[in-house]
């Protein structure tokens, strides 16, 4: 590949409806980790990166849930063809439809660096379960490792405040 990439971005991004891949990365540099995803109708988690994040709606509107500094739920609506920038730390949901799809812009994560996937209870929103990746390799999909691992636990989808157990989709 050349040293200065050019792809197609609808084209990326409908070659992921055709496939059924949820994310295919663009590069990956140390100041430079790009790709375009496809939503995921069972999104429901917050995720917290150490790298701030561009999200560019290529296809579709997307409703980005995040917490607020007092840790109350709020949406940000991103219309097809805008750009939202959402800084380090900010807890923060991309929820849009599996037709639909974005370009994230994020860097490599340096040494000693941890996302965090963060679910709450829908019943209470008592915090229900954590998960904790170093990303190292984008392509490994750490979003989707992340999921199998909550939807494969009774315990971790089973609110300890209010015993509300959240469904694991059907596949
Ligand atoms: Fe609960």
């Known amino acids: ?45 917050f995720h917290i990166n150490p ?8 296809k579709g509107e997307m409703r980005l849930h995040y917490r607020t500094p007092d840790g109350k739920e709020a949406v940000a609506v991103v219309p097809e063809g805008s750009a939202i ?3 380090a730390g900010i807890p923060h949901s991309p929820r849009f439809p599996p037709d639909a799809y974005l370009m994230v812009t994020e860097r490599k994560r340096r040494p000693g660096e941890i996302d965090r996937f963060l679910w709450f209870c829908p019943n209470c929103d008592a ?23 909550f939807f494969d636990s009774e315990e971790f989808r089973t609110c300890k405040a209010c015993g509300t157990v959240m469904p694991s989709p059907d596949k």
Not at 128 to 148: C, G, I
Request: net charge negative.
């Open 127 to 149: 915090p229900l379960h954590e998960e904790k990746f170093v990303v190292a390799d984008y392509r490994a999909d750490p979003v989707s490792k992340a999921y199998k691992n």
């Open 1 to 45: 590949m050349s040293d200065m990439p050019i792809v197609n971005l609808l084209d990326t991004g409908q070659e992921l409806t055709r496939t059924g891949a949820r994310v295919s990365v663009l590069w990956q540099q140390p100041e430079s980790l790009v790709f375009v995803a496809r939503g995921r109708e069972y999104r429901s988690e």
């Open 85 to 87: 920038h959402t800084p």
């Open 51 to 58: 790298s701030d994040e561009v999200m560019y709606m290529i």
